[in-house]
């Protein structure tokens, strides 16, 4: 039993039903009762291991329906670029953009893809997302897609719900300049072969 507690239940669109000093009641990992303390149900003999919460804000678990949160290195100077009034297009045409992205995350091993996107997910989290969907997209071929998607389901060991999104069709990668239908076709081969390894679910 958690208690002193202020509970945003969402249950009222005013005010997102908040319990000023509400309780929550947890039968192993589901939430069994929530309400104002005073509502509390009999918890029968032997009551229940009690939590004082201190007048914490208690709200449902987030859910990020669309992150980037796996690729290699970073675009910070094109942050800086964008800025002094070049378009995306201007960044792309010298090298940068997406195609930057995945020359860094075909670069990077994958313990130092998933180190820095475990970064990326623990900020999510300290803001109070509890599910994550993670989108591929910056591999372009059959292995570095798999080991983008395979790190994104090693995110989901940290106790966060994880769905993956292969996005392989993100961009044309380089190997295939000018013949964007034969990258398409490889992709719907390489679909299913991800499905089977248990790596998309989307």
Do not use: N
């Not at 007048?55 to 290195?73: E, F, I, N, R, S």
């Not at 719900?161 to 044309?172: D, E, G, N």
């Amino acid at each position: 039993m958690w208690r002193h507690a202020r509970v945003a239940t969402l249950a009222d669109a005013a005010g997102w039903g908040l319990v000023e000093r509400g309780a929550i009641v947890t039968e192993g990992a589901r939430i069994a009762w929530v309400g104002p303390e005073a509502d509390l149900p009999a918890l029968g003999a032997g009551g229940a291991e009690e939590h004082d919460l201190g007048g914490a804000l208690v709200t449902p678990g987030l859910v990020d329906a669309h992150t980037h949160l796996v690729y290699g290195g970073h675009r910070a100077h094109e942050f800086e670029l964008r800025l002094q009034g070049a378009s995306y297009e201007d960044i792309a045409r010298a090298g940068g953009g997406i195609r930057s992205t995945v020359a860094a995350t075909r670069a990077a091993r994958e313990d130092e893809l998933l180190a820095s996107a475990a970064k990326r997910l623990r900020t999510l989290c300290d803001g109070g997302v509890t599910t994550v969907e993670i989108k591929s997209g910056y591999g372009l071929s059959l292995e570095d897609e798999a080991r983008c998607l395979r790190v994104a389901r090693r995110l989901g060991d940290t106790g966060v719900t994880v769905r993956t999104t292969s996005l392989a069709a993100h961009a044309l990668p380089p190997e295939f300049e000018g013949r964007a239908d034969d990258y398409i076709d490889a992709v719907c081969q390489w679909l299913p072969q991800w499905h089977a390894l248990g790596l998309v679910d989307a």
